[in-house]
């Protein structure tokens, strides 16, 4: 299957007439490695939830699905929401956006606060909790009804209705979010929030609150695999915004850990504390993987594990 010129490795065009073989094989083997990982506990309705499942969901972007174990099960998106959030800011306002964001990666924890006072309160990436605040302050400041705009954005990329926001997961952020609460009010008292700042944070809690399933988020992203085209959303047409969105994924998806993803992995891809991964081979495929129980870094291990082996048996790293 591999073609190599001399040392030269070239990424391959997936053949889908063994991905459900290894697909099955993944399955198999990702499966011991159940423990390895703990549930994110700072979130209340987070820790209740059973840590042993795994699903994963491929879409190509010819609009073939497969699918293995609860691909179909909806679980908290979380911090996956920021790559929705980022395409609507970028709808809204344009390269502008970029006047408030940095587009580098932080090398810190997702919610650290530690470089937005020495930087002028401009967030590293919008990938960071600090830096998705800003992204849906700019929705909330120019939307009357920002939270039903987030969650509709959302639904009509996955066609999906239900894929809505769990009030319960988001009162209980909420309740217990200060690190996010800080970051919010530092970013206004620097003068980066124009909304207001309760208002922006009540947004940030719900959009991660949303729930989705891996075979929503699979087509939810299927514009970043197909040229900015969504079969769902017809009519938006993200061009060039697959190009700017994936490689912010490949830089900045998963925080502190993403030069290691990247080796391991070599595709764009964005995680969230509820124990998803969505990643995109361009021209190809959507995938998304969901195993509750998260590394030190806040990215679920099963997942991770997931798509290494998925790029290596498939040979579609972008490597
Ligand atoms: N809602 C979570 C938080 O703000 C999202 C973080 C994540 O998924 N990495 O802490």
């Given at each position: 299957m591999t073609k190599n010129t001399g040392s030269i490795h070239i990424n391959q065009p997936l053949n889908t007439e063994v991905l459900p073989d290894i697909l099955h094989r993944i399955h198999e083997e990702v499966i011991p490695a159940f423990g390895q990982g703990k549930v994110a506990d700072y979130i209340p309705d987070l820790k209740c939830v059973e840590p042993h499942?795994?699903?994963?969901?491929?879409?190509?972007?010819?609009?073939?699905?497969?699918?293995?174990?609860?691909?179909?099960?909806?679980?908290?998106?979380?911090?996956?929401?920021?790559?929705?959030?980022?395409?609507?800011?970028?709808?809204?306002?344009?390269?502008?956006?970029?006047?408030?964001?940095?587009?580098?990666?932080?090398?810190?924890?997702?919610?650290?606060?530690?470089?937005?006072?020495?930087?002028?309160?401009?967030?590293?990436?919008?990938?960071?909790?600090?830096g998705a605040i800003v992204v849906t302050d700019i929705i909330a400041a120019r939307s009357s009804s920002p939270v039903r705009r987030i969650e509709e954005f959302i639904a009509s990329l996955s066609g999906n209705k239900d894929n809505r926001i769990d009030q319960q997961v988001?009162?209980?952020?909420?309740?217990?979010?200060?690190?996010?609460?800080?970051?919010?009010?530092?970013?206004?008292?620097?003068?980066?929030?124009?909304?207001?700042?309760?208002?922006?944070?009540?947004?940030?809690?719900?959009?991660?609150?949303?729930?989705?399933?891996?075979?929503?988020?699979?087509?939810?992203?299927?514009?970043?695999?197909?040229?900015?085209?969504?079969?769902?959303?017809?009519?938006?047409?993200?061009e060039a915004m697959d190009k700017r969105i994936n490689s912010l994924m490949l830089t900045c998806g998963l925080y502190d850990a993403v030069g290691n993803f990247a080796y391991n992995v070599g595709l764009p891809a964005k995680s969230g504390v509820g124990g998803g991964i969505v990643a995109v081979s361009p021209g190809q495929y959507t995938v998304s993987v969901w195993a509750p129980e998260l590394d030190h870094y806040g990215n679920s291990v099963l997942g991770q594990l997931a798509l290494e082996k998925l790029t290596t048996y498939t040979q579609t790293s972008v490597f």
């Open positions: 499942q795994f699903g994963l969901a491929l879409r190509t972007v010819k609009g073939e699905e497969f699918t293995i174990g609860s691909a179909d099960t909806a679980f908290s998106i979380q911090s996956i929401s920021k790559l929705f959030t980022l395409m609507l800011a970028l709808d809204i306002a344009g390269e502008a956006l970029w006047e408030r964001v940095g587009r580098e990666p932080s090398g810190m924890r997702f919610n650290s606060l530690l470089l937005l006072d020495s930087e002028g309160g401009i967030p590293r990436n919008p990938f960071i909790n600090a988001a009162a209980g952020e909420k309740a217990t979010g200060f690190r996010n609460i800080a970051i919010a009010n530092l970013l206004k008292a620097m003068g980066n929030i124009e909304a207001d700042v309760n208002q922006t944070l009540d947004c940030y809690f719900k959009q991660c609150a949303i729930s989705m399933s891996c075979r929503d988020l699979a087509r939810a992203t299927e514009c970043l695999a197909n040229r900015g085209r969504s079969s769902f959303k017809s009519s938006f047409h993200a």
